[in-house]
Protein backbone atom coordinates (compact mmCIF):
# COMPACT_ATOMS: atom_id res chain seq x y z
CA UNK A 1 0.00 0.00 0.00
CA UNK A 2 1.16 3.59 -1.11
CA UNK A 3 0.98 6.84 0.28
CA UNK A 4 -0.99 9.71 -1.13
CA UNK A 5 1.66 12.41 -1.51
CA UNK A 6 -0.11 15.67 -2.51
CA UNK A 7 2.00 18.72 -3.77
CA UNK A 8 0.05 21.60 -3.94
CA UNK A 9 2.45 23.61 -1.76
CA UNK A 10 4.82 23.58 -5.08
CA UNK A 11 2.29 25.36 -6.84
CA UNK A 12 2.40 28.48 -4.23
CA UNK A 13 3.87 31.59 -5.64
CA UNK A 14 5.63 34.09 -3.19
CA UNK A 15 7.10 36.66 -5.96
CA UNK A 16 6.11 40.10 -4.65
CA UNK A 17 5.16 42.71 -7.76
CA UNK A 18 6.73 45.72 -6.75
CA UNK A 19 5.92 47.32 -9.81
CA UNK A 20 3.15 49.56 -8.58
CA UNK A 21 5.03 51.20 -6.00
CA UNK A 22 8.16 52.07 -8.35
CA UNK A 23 5.26 53.76 -10.44
CA UNK A 24 3.92 55.93 -6.74
CA UNK A 25 7.33 56.34 -5.69
CA UNK A 26 8.58 58.26 -8.79
CA UNK A 27 5.50 60.36 -8.92
CA UNK A 28 6.01 61.21 -5.31
CA UNK A 29 9.79 62.62 -6.83
CA UNK A 30 8.91 64.60 -9.73
CA UNK A 31 6.49 66.13 -7.27
CA UNK A 32 9.32 66.74 -4.75
CA UNK A 33 11.23 67.80 -7.07
CA UNK A 34 8.71 70.42 -8.66
CA UNK A 35 7.47 71.60 -5.28
CA UNK A 36 11.22 72.21 -3.53
CA UNK A 37 12.29 75.17 -5.46
CA UNK A 38 9.10 76.80 -4.29
CA UNK A 39 9.54 76.91 -1.03
CA UNK A 40 12.58 78.28 -0.89
CA UNK A 41 10.85 81.71 -1.69
CA UNK A 42 8.40 82.21 1.07
CA UNK A 43 7.52 85.82 0.38
CA UNK A 44 5.82 86.08 -3.20
CA UNK A 45 7.40 89.12 -5.00
CA UNK A 46 6.87 90.00 -8.57
CA UNK A 47 10.80 90.80 -9.58
CA UNK A 48 11.86 92.84 -12.17
CA UNK A 49 12.41 91.63 -15.57
CA UNK A 50 15.93 92.11 -17.23
CA UNK A 51 18.15 91.04 -20.33
CA UNK A 52 21.25 90.61 -18.75
CA UNK A 53 20.82 88.51 -15.49
CA UNK A 54 23.54 86.42 -14.13
CA UNK A 55 23.08 83.75 -12.34
CA UNK A 56 23.08 83.46 -8.63
CA UNK A 57 23.18 79.96 -7.44
CA UNK A 58 24.28 81.04 -3.69
CA UNK A 59 20.66 82.78 -3.17
CA UNK A 60 19.24 79.41 -3.35
CA UNK A 61 21.33 78.14 -0.56
CA UNK A 62 19.66 77.52 2.90
CA UNK A 63 21.51 79.64 4.84
CA UNK A 64 21.61 82.55 1.97
CA UNK A 65 20.18 85.91 4.22
CA UNK A 66 17.49 87.08 1.87
CA UNK A 67 15.51 90.55 2.80
CA UNK A 68 12.09 90.54 0.68
CA UNK A 69 10.17 93.91 -0.42
CA UNK A 70 7.14 93.77 -1.49
CA UNK A 71 3.95 96.10 -3.67
CA UNK A 72 2.54 97.30 -0.32
CA UNK A 73 5.72 97.72 1.16
CA UNK A 74 6.43 95.85 3.81
CA UNK A 75 9.62 94.47 4.59
CA UNK A 76 10.59 90.20 5.31
CA UNK A 77 13.86 88.82 6.66
CA UNK A 78 13.65 85.03 4.97
CA UNK A 79 9.87 84.24 5.61
CA UNK A 80 9.35 86.88 9.10
CA UNK A 81 7.99 90.41 8.62
CA UNK A 82 9.97 93.06 10.27
CA UNK A 83 10.26 96.77 10.45
CA UNK A 84 12.66 99.13 8.82
CA UNK A 85 14.37 99.92 12.24
CA UNK A 86 14.55 95.83 13.08
CA UNK A 87 16.43 94.83 10.20
CA UNK A 88 19.48 96.27 10.63
CA UNK A 89 20.15 94.12 13.83
CA UNK A 90 18.61 91.18 12.63
CA UNK A 91 21.06 91.03 9.72
CA UNK A 92 24.01 92.11 11.86
CA UNK A 93 22.95 88.89 14.05
CA UNK A 94 22.51 86.28 10.88
CA UNK A 95 25.76 87.74 9.54
CA UNK A 96 27.23 86.89 12.95
CA UNK A 97 26.64 83.50 13.26
CA UNK A 98 27.85 82.82 9.92
CA UNK A 99 31.28 81.71 11.64
CA UNK A 100 33.08 79.65 8.85
CA UNK A 101 35.62 82.08 7.49
CA UNK A 102 34.55 80.57 3.99
CA UNK A 103 31.09 81.64 4.74
CA UNK A 104 29.18 83.62 2.27
CA UNK A 105 28.75 87.09 4.25
CA UNK A 106 26.41 88.78 1.45
CA UNK A 107 22.78 89.64 1.22
CA UNK A 108 20.21 89.05 -0.93
CA UNK A 109 17.65 91.65 -1.95
CA UNK A 110 14.39 90.60 -3.63
CA UNK A 111 12.04 93.67 -4.62
CA UNK A 112 8.71 93.52 -6.23
CA UNK A 113 8.54 95.50 -9.66
CA UNK A 114 5.89 97.45 -7.88
CA UNK A 115 7.06 98.75 -4.91
CA UNK A 116 7.97 101.93 -3.97
CA UNK A 117 11.69 103.20 -4.63
CA UNK A 118 11.60 104.86 -1.42
CA UNK A 119 11.16 101.81 0.87
CA UNK A 120 13.68 99.76 -1.38
CA UNK A 121 16.61 102.77 -0.72
CA UNK A 122 15.21 102.55 2.96
CA UNK A 123 15.69 98.68 2.81
CA UNK A 124 18.93 98.50 1.26
CA UNK A 125 20.58 101.43 3.85
CA UNK A 126 19.02 99.92 6.30
CA UNK A 127 20.88 96.41 5.47
CA UNK A 128 23.84 98.55 4.81
CA UNK A 129 23.95 99.72 7.97
CA UNK A 130 24.08 96.30 9.73
CA UNK A 131 27.90 95.90 8.06
CA UNK A 132 27.25 94.94 4.84
CA UNK A 133 29.50 94.78 1.96
CA UNK A 134 28.22 92.56 -0.68
CA UNK A 135 24.34 93.36 -1.48
CA UNK A 136 22.85 91.52 -4.09
CA UNK A 137 19.26 92.41 -6.26
CA UNK A 138 17.39 89.61 -7.49
CA UNK A 139 15.82 89.50 -10.25
CA UNK A 140 14.25 87.41 -13.54
CA UNK A 141 15.44 87.07 -16.80
CA UNK A 142 13.22 88.26 -19.43
CA UNK A 143 11.76 85.76 -22.31
CA UNK A 144 12.44 87.82 -25.31
CA UNK A 145 13.22 86.06 -28.18
Known amino acids: ?14 NINVTPMVD ?4 LLII ?6 MLNNKVVV ?15 KEDAITVAVTRDGKTFLGGDQVTKEELA ?9 KTDANADKSVYL ?18 RAAGVSQ ?4 TDMSQTE
Open 32 to 37: FMVITP
Open 89 to 97: SKVADLLSK
Open 46 to 60: DLPKISAAVIMEDAN
Open 110 to 127: RADVRSSYGIVMDTIDAV
Open 24 to 27: VMLV
Open 1 to 14: MGIAKRDEGKKVNS
Open 135 to 138: LNLL
